[in-house]
């Protein structure tokens, strides 16, 4: 298995995964969701996590995120026990720290565009918000959709807000679960490419961690952590490296 930390063998770790599992007790008896992750992501750098359906792939990054806390072993936020914290401290991280894509946008219906992407910058009390949110809105090529809401907006149109709203809080790590799969090939591609552009664009070192089980999308990343059947099977460079 290729460990090989990132490029700079300085940069700080942001994750770091010791041993950890998830398992659901069930009647008919306990299921093993993942087991035995050990993974250390780096600040700055781009992982894939790659596999095929049933894998692991959402649960390990939920477990990453602090969304869900495992069942065994031990996840560090820059050194700090993570998933030892409640989920009041692990909310505050994720509000400070953190920004998500979802594969099914997760906008709000009654809200216009540039309303969803200013909303987790007003709920940190960011007085510059509805300004900062059309700045990203330009910056994903929808100022002309900002009054609308999600129904009058194309499925790519509606992962571009997504992605503005998650790059206009300035994460410091940013997590992406299946960003482009419920979307067609060419808008698929378009968002891919926006997201890396706007990577690329910041002005501070983003982490990403993407979960996907597409290969072409992967090999956009520095590395790729291959699961299967809940376990690490590879971790390798990715064609970014």
């Not at 914290?85 to 809200?111: N, Y």
């Not at 809105?137 to 149109?157: D, F, I, K, N, Y």
């Not at 996907?212 to 590879?234: M, N």
């Amino acid at each position: 298995m290729d460990t090989t930390p990132p490029k700079s063998e300085l940069s700080a770790v942001v994750l770091e995964a010791q041993g950890l599992g998830y398992r659901l007790t069930q009647e008919a008896g306990e299921l093993i969701i993942l087991d035995d992750i050990h993974l250390s992501v780096y600040q700055g750098e781009s992982v894939a996590i790659l596999g095929p359906s049933g894998s692991g792939k959402s649960t390990l990054l939920a477990l990453l995120a602090g969304l869900d806390v495992p069942t065994q072993g031990q996840l560090t936020w820059r050194q700090q026990p993570f998933s030892q914290l409640d989920e009041d401290a692990r909310a505050l991280i994720r509000a400070q720290e953190v920004g998500f894509i979802f594969q099914s946008f997760q906008l709000l219906p009654e809200l216009t565009a540039l309303e969803n992407v200013a909303l987790p910058l007003e709920l940190r009390g960011e007085k510059q918000a509805l300004h900062l949110a059309r700045q990203q809105l330009e910056q994903v090529g929808l100022a002309a959709r900002a009054q609308h809401r999600p129904h009058q907006m194309s499925g790519g149109e509606q992962q571009r807000v997504a992605i503005a709203r998650a790059f206009a809080a300035q994460p410091q790590v940013l997590f992406a679960d299946e960003p482009t799969g419920n979307l067609d090939g060419d808008n698929g591609a378009k968002v891919a490419d926006l997201l890396f552009a706007l990577n690329d664009q910041t002005h501070q070192p983003l982490t990403l961690i993407l979960v996907t089980h597409d290969e072409a999308l992967a090999q956009r990343c520095q590395r790729i952590v291959r699961l299967k059947s809940g376990r690490i099977a590879a971790i390798e460079a990715g064609g970014a490296a």
